[in-house]
């Protein structure tokens, strides 16, 4: 099982980029999905989810109305386009994936992608 996410970089205040997690799993339409993201001296915060189907998404407040995730299942891949970004969305941002099965939980995480908003 490996998450690997894709599309960070440096962006101005007011701009836009996309992140995708490109997942190597078996039955990826089986996974509900998440963004975290981690700032230098924070802890690791939830950004936004979706559900296995993508028939249901949640974000966080400071997030709502510039955050758009989604996913493909035919491609193993979910996305996070972030519009209007702030300085403060600066941060290491996080693909998790999980799967309840009847033998149990399971979380994987990827290894990351910065994101920087600066002028």
């Known amino acids: 099982v490996q998450f690997v996410e894709s599309g960070g970089g440096l962006v101005q205040p007011g701009g836009s980029l996309r992140l995708s997690c490109a997942a190597s799993?078996?039955?990826?339409?089986?996974?509900?999905m998440s963004w975290y993201r981690q700032a230098p001296g924070k802890e690791r915060e939830l950004v936004a989810g979706?559900?296995?189907?993508?028939?249901?998404?949640n974000y966080a407040d400071s997030v709502k109305g510039r955050f758009t995730i989604s996913r493909d299942n035919a491609k193993n891949t979910v996305y996070l386009q972030m519009n209007s970004l702030k300085p403060e969305d600066t941060a290491v941002y996080y693909c998790?994936?999980?799967?309840?099965?009847?033998?149990?939980?399971?979380?994987?995480w990827g290894q990351g992608t910065q994101v920087t908003v600066s002028s």
């Open positions: 979706i559900t296995s189907a993508g028939g249901s998404t």
């Open positions: 998790n994936g999980r799967l309840a099965t009847l033998n149990g939980r399971y979380a994987y």
């Open positions: 799993v078996f039955t990826f339409s089986s996974y509900d």
